[in-house]
């Protein structure tokens, strides 16, 4: 399943691409047909995520101009706010959860120079870990490179920025693209996206075209069921809005269960999922059994600042990338290629770099639990 930093920069793409310009939306595979046709015509404002649920404000066409579609913010405190969910009672929100299944593919000439998760000509998205390991070279500066966002992301694309900035969205706006006999969108020309008896939405303007397949949740809300959903999220450690790590500390050390299971739990953080829950654990050195509430409050601000900060490294890309760069090997490891990037996730039976310790793996409800028992205490 997608992690948190992968639908924050699914927000930002869809952002870039199709804030302020008319879009052509309907349902290929029927199931969201209802919805598309509500949203067919209306112009997108800003996407927002909050963990793992993406939220896409949509206006009609007739009002958008008289409405500032980068001012709506979905937030708790103040300064994160700007115009709530509530105050825009004249949008339909478009609100999607991948789950399991769920993928993006976006194309058009918008994407032109954009590679990484979730752009049309990359390996299909998993859960952050596709996309390029390392450059031609091979070496541990190229996959710093990956790390930072510079790598697989065009020089001048906007997508490098974790704050995208985007245009203009009143100052020309394109015409539509069409929809070909064989079902395909044609952009410039060009054709691209076809849909298959998965895809749940298709949506274009002359500019770009996304397809979504497999989702859990595609549907369309109202600003106050978009409130109702973010107050049953916990704090999401890429938005890290003020009060988030105390609200954090507070709802862990209420619990018994092992703070690993608490790491999973959306209620209490939004956004994490096996790979930052494996490796935030595994660099704070906190063991993942141990139950939540006997966990110092230092040591739970420690994880909430280091899943903030990876979490947000990852967003440009959408790839973790997590291991310390210490303990990155020059070369890749034949066997052992996921120590480019992690340090204990899907290295089960192998060394820690950190102490030596076999890293193990068990079950803990119903997910794969990554750790070593050597330095996690």
Same mark, same amino acid.
């Given at each position: *399943?997608?992690?948190g930093?992968?639908?924050?920069r699914h927000?930002?793409?869809l952002t870039?691409?199709? *804030?302020?310009?008319?879009?052509r939306?309907?349902?290929?595979?029927?199931r969201f047909a209802?919805?598309?046709?509500? !949203?067919?015509?209306?112009?997108?404002?800003?996407?927002a995520?909050w963990g793992?649920h993406?939220?896409?404000p949509? #206006?009609?066409?007739n009002v958008s101009d008289?409405?500032?579609?980068?001012?709506?913010?979905?937030?708790?405190?103040?300064a994160?706010?700007? @115009?709530?969910p509530?105050d825009?009672?004249?949008?339909?929100?478009l609100?999607?959860?991948l789950g399991? #299944?769920?993928r993006w593919?976006?194309?058009?000439?918008?994407? %032109?120079?954009l590679t990484g998760?979730?752009?049309t000509?990359?390996?299909?998205?998993d859960?952050? +870990?596709?996309g390029?390991?390392r450059?031609?070279s091979g070496?541990?500066?190229d996959a710093?490179? =990956?790390?930072?966002g510079? !790598?697989?992301?065009g020089?001048d694309?906007?997508?490098?920025?974790?704050?995208?900035?985007?245009a203009?969205?009143?100052a020309n706006r394109?015409?539509?693209?069409s929809i070909?006999r064989?079902n395909?969108?044609?952009?410039e020309?060009?054709?691209?996206?076809?849909?298959t008896?998965t895809?749940?939405?298709? *949506? #274009?303007?002359?500019? =770009?075209?996304? +397809? !979504?397949?497999?989702p859990t949740r595609?549907?369309?809300?109202?600003?106050a069921e978009?409130?109702e959903?973010?107050?049953?999220l916990g704090?999401?450690p890429?938005?890290?809005?003020p009060g988030?790590?105390e609200?954090?500390i507070?709802?862990?050390?209420k619990r018994?269960?092992?703070v690993g299971?608490?790491v999973m739990d959306q209620a209490?953080? %939004?956004?994490?999922?096996?790979?930052y829950r494996?490796?935030?654990?595994?660099? @704070?050195?906190?063991?993942?059994?141990?139950?939540?509430n006997?966990?110092s409050?230092?040591r739970l601000g420690?994880l909430?600042?280091?899943l903030a900060?990876? +979490?947000r490294r990852g967003?440009?890309t959408?790839i973790?990338?997590t291991?310390?760069?210490?303990?990155?090997?020059?070369?890749?490891?034949?066997?052992d290629?996921?120590l480019?990037r992690?340090?204990?996730?899907?290295r089960d039976?192998r060394p820690c770099?950190r102490c030596?310790?076999?890293?193990r793996m068990e079950?803990l409800?119903?997910?794969?639990l990554?750790w070593?028992p050597?330095?996690q205490?």
């Open positions: *399943m997608p992690e930093h992968s639908i924050h927000a930002q793409l870039s691409l199709f *804030m302020g310009q008319p879009v939306v309907s349902s290929p595979q029927g209802t919805g598309a046709a509500i !949203l067919n015509g209306e112009v997108p404002g800003r996407a995520a793992k993406l939220f896409v949509f #206006y009609p066409l008289d409405v500032d579609l980068g001012a709506t913010r979905i937030g708790r405190s103040p994160a706010v700007g @115009t709530s509530v825009a009672p004249a949008a339909h929100w609100h999607i959860h399991l #299944y769920g593919r976006l194309g058009g000439p918008g994407t %032109a120079g998760a979730g752009i000509e990359a390996p299909t998205e859960s952050g +870990m596709s390029p390991r450059g031609a070496t541990k500066a710093g490179n =990956a790390r930072s510079r !790598l697989g992301v020089a694309s906007e997508v490098q920025r974790a704050d995208l900035s985007v203009d969205p009143a394109p015409k539509f693209g070909n064989d395909t969108t044609d952009l020309g060009s054709k691209l996206l076809t849909p008896p895809t749940r939405m298709l *949506m #274009y303007s002359e500019r =770009a075209a996304a +397809m !979504l397949t497999g595609c549907e369309v809300i109202s600003p978009v409130a959903a973010v107050a049953k704090p999401d890429v938005r890290n809005e988030d790590r609200r954090f507070e709802a862990a050390r018994r269960v092992p299971q608490i209490v953080v %939004a956004g994490p999922g096996n790979i494996a490796e935030c654990l595994w660099r @704070t050195g906190i063991d993942p059994l141990r139950p939540a006997r966990v409050k230092a420690r909430w600042d280091d900060e990876e +979490m967003v440009p959408g973790a990338t291991i310390p760069d210490e303990y990155r090997p020059d070369q890749s490891v034949e066997g290629e996921e480019d992690v340090a204990v996730y899907h039976g770099v030596g310790t076999t890293v079950v409800a119903g997910r794969k990554y070593c050597g330095c205490r």
